[in-house]
T-cell receptor
């Protein structure tokens, strides 16, 4: 399977703990995106990378959130001091520089903060 | 401020008939629109897209129509099949260099056999 993969698929954590998610994009894709989806809503943009450079961050990405893509391949999203409001599905997507330019999504990591 | 709106949370259609999913947007800077389909426990899957310079794009059973003056787009699925049962998201993007997709809240389509 050469699609976008995310790990873990599910994470349950207690309030105040730190969590880290990983995303592996499609191998030839240089752009990688993080979105968050809460119940009854569509995905909301958090941030994106072109290679290892983080080029845009949403105001949704508070300073408890940090994303990295150190070698321009996989990416990690860390949430520090989790809060119950962080409970959501975290989606990763990637796209290449040749057509088609659409973003291809991974299966997501479902975070539950108790 | 919901810039992309899908006002129908759910839609049921008989198998073989046409499914029409609607989407409205408020930001006139959007110039590229996409439809994604999502099954439970999976990420959204790209279906079809349309640029603002067109008013129609067709791909097999799926056709997207864009009415820029009304800031409205629709996805037509003909004929509808049971495997089309899923949540459909409309998404919009500004100019090509702007990467952020803005999504609607989704419409759950159920195809009745």
């Amino acid at each position: 399977d050469t699609g976008v993969s995310q790990d873990p698929r599910h994470k349950i954590t207690k309030r105040g703990q730190n969590v880290t998610f990983r995303c592996d994009p499609i191998s030839e894709h240089n752009r990688l995106y993080w979105y968050r989806q809460t119940l009854g809503q569509g995905p909301e943009f958090l941030t994106y990378f072109q290679n290892e450079a983080q080029l845009e961050k949403s105001r949704l990405l508070s300073d408890r959130f940090s994303a990295e893509r150190p070698k321009g391949s996989f990416s990690t999203l860390e949430i520090q001091r989790t809060e119950q409001g962080d409970s959501a599905m975290y989606l990763c997507a990637s796209r290449g520089t040749r057509p088609p330019y659409e973003q291809y999504f991974g299966p997501g990591t479902r975070l539950t903060v108790t | 401020d919901q810039q992309v709106k899908q006002n129908s949370p759910s839609l049921s259609v008989q198998e073989g008939r046409i499914s029409i999913l609607n989407c409205d947007y408020t930001n006139s800077m959007f110039d590229y629109f996409l439809w994604y389909k999502k099954y439970p426990a999976e990420g959204p899957t790209f279906l079809i897209s349309i640029s603002s310079i067109k008013d129609k794009n067709e791909d097999g059973r799926f056709t997207v129509f864009l009415n820029k003056s009304a800031k409205h787009l629709s996805l037509h699925i003909v004929p509808s099949q049971p495997g089309d049962s899923a949540v459909y998201f409309c998404a919009a993007r500004r100019d090509f260099g702007n990467e952020k997709l803005t999504f609607g809240t989704g419409t759950r389509l159920t195809i009745i056999p």
